[in-house]
């Protein structure tokens, strides 16, 4: 079984608005505020030529910037302390990414599912709870992406199994579970 890639779909991307319908992934979650002035200032930093390149813009700026760090649980995580800390887990590049793109006026979620892990994370055969985000680009829809890996915009593999998306009315549970 082979991964479905949407580079063909982000040759198709246009300027037009999102429709209302993805409206609600513009705005603040727990954890995650849009305007923040922090977001905003690095935001304005990254933004590209178009809605694509201001998304490549974000990953390489994670990529180069932030660095993987188990976090003990009620370390008060959130995009703020991510950035000052330049370290977090798979839900923290999530929430900076989201809040980065949704700063930019691109709408954007996270995604929790399960990952086949690298080998030696766990014992061969088991899964891995994994957070990802999704960002919706006008002309294309949702395009998946992993915030810990540029090069997975618009593919991830077909060890990534999406369980769902967190929309604004189930943030709360996200953040009881997530931003603890």
């Not at 690095?42 to 813009?57: N, P, Q």
């Not at 891995?128 to 890996?149: A, C, K, N, R, T």
Request: hydrophobic share 40%; proline share 11%.
């Amino acid at each position: 079984m082979r991964a479905r890639p949407f580079t063909t779909e982000l040759n198709h991307v246009t300027a037009a608005p999102p429709p209302a319908e993805v409206a609600p992934y513009l705005g603040p979650t727990p954890g995650i505020d849009p305007a923040s002035p922090t977001v905003r200032a690095l935001a304005t930093t990254l933004r590209g030529s178009d809605s694509l390149a201001s998304v490549r813009s974000i990953l390489r700026w994670l990529k180069a910037n932030l660095r993987y760090e188990l976090l003990p649980a009620g370390n008060g995580r959130t995009v703020e302390r991510t950035l000052e800390k330049r370290a977090g887990e798979c839900g923290c590049y999530a929430a900076l990414f989201t809040a980065l793109c949704r700063a930019l006026g691109l709408p954007a979620r996270e995604v929790w599912g399960v990952v086949k892990p690298a080998p030696g994370f766990l014992p061969p055969g088991l899964l891995s709870g994994h957070v990802w985000s999704e960002v919706y680009l006008s002309g294309v829809g949702w395009i998946p992406l992993d915030p810990q890996d540029p090069a997975s915009l618009g593919f991830l593999g077909t060890g990534s199994i999406r369980l769902c998306h967190y929309t604004p009315s189930s943030a709360a549970t996200w953040a009881a579970t997530v931003w603890r």
